[in-house]
């Protein structure tokens, strides 16, 4: 009971990083040290698309990942929220030239996109807070709907 209701009112985040650089990702680290401290504005992280309200893809979509991204994109429950992070992501960066898709929105829809290369720590919780209230609003108004229906819900 109480894991249901810190759930509902918890924004879960998914890290997918499809190559790169790895400079988004440790700047994405950084925003679980004591400096940032995303937890303390309820954001959690998980390596389970299953759970996650927002999927945090850094890194540009090369060859092997562009069918991997949408099957994790697939796995993500309703509402689905993609937010893009660093110029590799937006547009394939310095990588575009390789074995590249490009960005992220070539292969699954975007909801928001951070630029720089890498961005800063700040930039990335900001995103997240904007999404992420209206993720746990359309669950919310999703879960409702169904028990209204009359369907179990999980």
């Known amino acids: 009971m109480l894991k249901e209701f810190v759930r509902k009112r918890s924004i879960h985040v998914c890290i997918v990083n ?10 994405i680290v950084s925003c679980l040290a004591p400096r940032y401290d995303i937890e303390q504005y309820g954001i ?3 390596n389970n698309p299953r759970e996650a309200d927002v999927l945090l ?8 990942w562009k069918e991997r991204l949408k099957e994790i994109y697939e796995k ?8 893009a992070v660093g110029a590799c992501a937006l547009s394939g960066g310095i990588f575009k ?13 975007v909801d928001a996109k951070i630029p720089g290369c890498p961005p800063r720590p700040s930039e990335i919780i900001e995103a997240i807070l904007k999404v992420g209230p209206d993720a ?3 669950k ?15």
Do not use: S, W, Y
Request: glycine share 14%; net charge positive.
């Open 57 to 64: 893809v850094t890194g540009p979509v090369t060859l092997p």
């Open 44 to 46: 959690f992280v998980h």
């Open 76 to 83: 993500t429950p309703e509402p689905k929220i993609v937010v």
């Open 18 to 27: 499809t190559g790169g650089c790895n400079g988004c990702d440790i700047e």
């Open 136 to 138: 746990l609003a359309m």
């Open 97 to 109: 030239e390789g074995h590249v898709v490009g960005g992220v929105d070539k292969v699954i829809p």
């Open 140 to 154: 919310e108004k999703m879960i409702k709907e169904k028990l209204r229906k009359g369907k179990a819900v999980i």
